[in-house]
Each structure stands twice: as structure tokens, then as C-alpha cells.
């Protein structure tokens, strides 16, 4: 019997192995006749030279994937163990760059699910993103966004979201209608700084190339030659999201985010965006991302809180 030492750090174990060590189990179901011990910042892998030999081979493939993207998915895992990771995700691994942003930085899609969003909007004008916090899919639909008007596929882009309180009340906040709604616009504001130099970002938001505002602002206008992102579309009634989707004029592609886990209308007030995934299932022209807490690209720790609170 051999054995082999393979040091991983505790916040490395959590990306790969996954809640609970789920990854870990899989991989001593794939590997039955090694010995897998984790423990501290320590993988002992116990075997013959044959079967530790096959394992390091996965192995050095399970690093290359969580060195690039921080994380190792249950799919990504398995589509390793059966030598099928080329075959499903070399694309991804090779393509998922999006565009390149402020001082250089690479914005790239993270998951599997986020690069279907890409490939979805490439093909249809709608999209649908639903997932958990964290997942990515308002960042990913942002890029998606810039690199349209990079690329002058559109002449403006449009982000907007329902100005719903979440346990708080707008009238006690100070200032005007702009400052009071634009800590509910912020997460968009922070992507958008990520991707185009500060000054560059200013010219757009006053030469209204780039527009955020609350949903209500959109009622009456058609949206041409534009991409189009309404966020947290969770908290819209069915009124308010149809009034949204028939915005859309020639050349525009809209994408819809929302995570329905989280809808803080009243109580009496059913969520438009419950209705529309219903409503729109295998609609042609029309695509449905779900996203889940595998695509979670924030501390690994939301991941179990994910869980937990599910």
C-alpha cells in the first residue's frame, strides 16, 4: 500500500469539497478501493501506485478547474470522474470571457449556468435569470449588457429595478426621489464600476447612454436599439412586469433577473415574475436560466446559508 499527501487550505476545502464534504464523498464513492482521509489542511490518499495514479489524474483536473474559477460544482465534478470534462465544459473554460474591464480586470462567467445566460441571449431576445443571492446572474447580465455596447450591437443600455421596500420604509430616508432610491440601485451602480473607468461611466450616465432608474419610469417609453436588464423583478406584480416586457422595441434584448425565494411585496400582492416563468416555459424566442446555489461565487459560506434557509 502507498500513500500520497495533498495539501489543500481550509478555505480551498470548502470550494472543493463542497457543503459537508459532498464532493469528498463522491469522490470516495468514485474511488472505492482508496482510502480518502481529510483532515486539518491535509488529503491522504491510501492505495495501490495503479489506482493513486488514476486518482492524481482527476485530481490535477479538479485543481486546474477550482485554480481558474474558485469553485467546483457537483455537474463539473462528475463530468471529471467520467472523463466527459472536456466534452462538457472545455467551451465554457475556454469562452468565458466576457469582456475585459476597469484597469484591465477579466470579467468572465464563473459557472455553467451563468454561461448558459450567455449562449441564451446570444440566441433569443428574452431572458429569464432566476437563482439565489449570489449567484451572479445581475453581475452576468450587467457584463452581457457592457459588452453589447462595447461591441455597438446597442446604442444604450437600461437598468432598472422596482423600488419595493424590503423592510424599510422610503419615506423616513433623507434626501430627494434620486437619493432615496439610489441605495436600491447600488448593486447595479457597483457592477457597472467594475467594467468601465469611473470618468468613462460618468459620461455615459449624463449623456443618458447609460440609464438606471426605478421600474416606474419605463411606463409610456419604447426601448429601441437598447439592452435592457430589469433586477430583482421578483418584487413586480403581473401589471408591472407586463408593462416592462412590452417596452421592448426593434433591436433590443432584455434580460429579467430575480430570485423568488426573496419577494418582499405585500402579502396580497403575487409576484409577476412566479407568473411569467410559468407562463413563458418553452416559449420560442424566449429563455429560462435557473440558477442554484452551485453558481455562487461570493464567501463559500453563503452557499450553506443558501441551504439552510431554504
Given at each position: ?24 464523498d ?48 457537483v ?6 470522474l ?31 449556468n ?83 473607468p469611473?470618468?468613462?461611466l ?6 443618458k ?102
Open positions: 500500500m502507498q500513500q500520497k499527501k495533498i495539501n489543500i487550505s481550509r478555505s480551498s476545502q470548502l470550494e472543493i469539497f463542497g457543503d459537508k464534504n459532498q464532493n469528498l463522491s469522490l470516495k464513492i468514485y474511488y472505492p478501493k482508496l482510502k480518502l482521509i481529510l483532515r486539518d489542511e491535509e488529503l491522504k490518499v491510501i492505495g495501490d501506485d495503479k489506482n493513486i495514479k488514476i486518482f492524481l489524474e482527476s485530481w490535477s483536473t479538479i485543481e486546474n478547474h477550482h485554480s481558474k474559477f474558485g469553485s467546483l460544482s455537474i463539473v465534478l462528475k463530468s471529471i467520467e472523463n466527459k470534462y472536456h466534452l462538457e465544459i472545455t467551451k465554457f473554460v475556454k469562452d468565458n470571457v466576457l469582456l475585459y474591464g476597469n484597469k484591465g480586470r477579466i470579467i468572465r462567467s464563473r459557472s455553467l451563468q454561461f448558459n445566460m450567455v449562449n441564451s441571449i446570444d440566441n433569443d431576445d428574452l431572458l429569464f435569470a432566476v437563482g439565489p443571492a449570489g449567484s451572479g446572474k445581475t453581475y452576468t447580465a450587467v457584463a452581457l449588457a457592457v459588452k453589447a455596447l462595447k461591441e455597438k450591437r446597442v446604442r444604450k443600455i437600461i437598468l432598472t429595478r422596482p423600488a419595493v421596500e424590503a423592510g424599510e420604509n422610503l419615506g423616513f430616508l433623507p434626501g430627494d426621489l434620486k437619493e432615496k432610491l439610489d441605495p436600491y440601485l447600488q448593486p447595479l451602480y457597483d457592477a457597472l464600476g467594475d467594467m468601465i469611473a470618468s468613462k460618468t459620461e455615459y450616465l449624463e449623456d447612454v447609460i440609464q438606471i432608474a426605478p421600474l416606474g419610469f419605463m411606463r409610456g417609453r419604447t426601448l429601441d436599439n437598447a439592452f435592457v436588464i430589469l433586477d430583482e423583478a421578483q418584487n413586480t406584480t403581473e401589471a408591472q412586469l407586463k408593462m416592462f416586457l412590452t417596452r421592448m422595441g426593434k433591436s433590443a434584448k432584455f434580460i429579467v433577473t430575480g430570485d423568488i425565494t426573496q419577494v418582499d411585496l405585500p402579502k396580497h400582492q403575487k409576484s409577476g415574475l412566479k407568473l411569467a416563468l410559468d407562463l413563458f416555459k418553452n416559449q420560442k424566442g424566449i429563455s429560462i436560466v435557473k440558477l442554484n446555489e452551485e453558481d455562487v461565487v461570493r464567501h463559500p459560506l453563503v452557499k450553506i446559508i443558501i441551504k439552510v434557509f431554504k
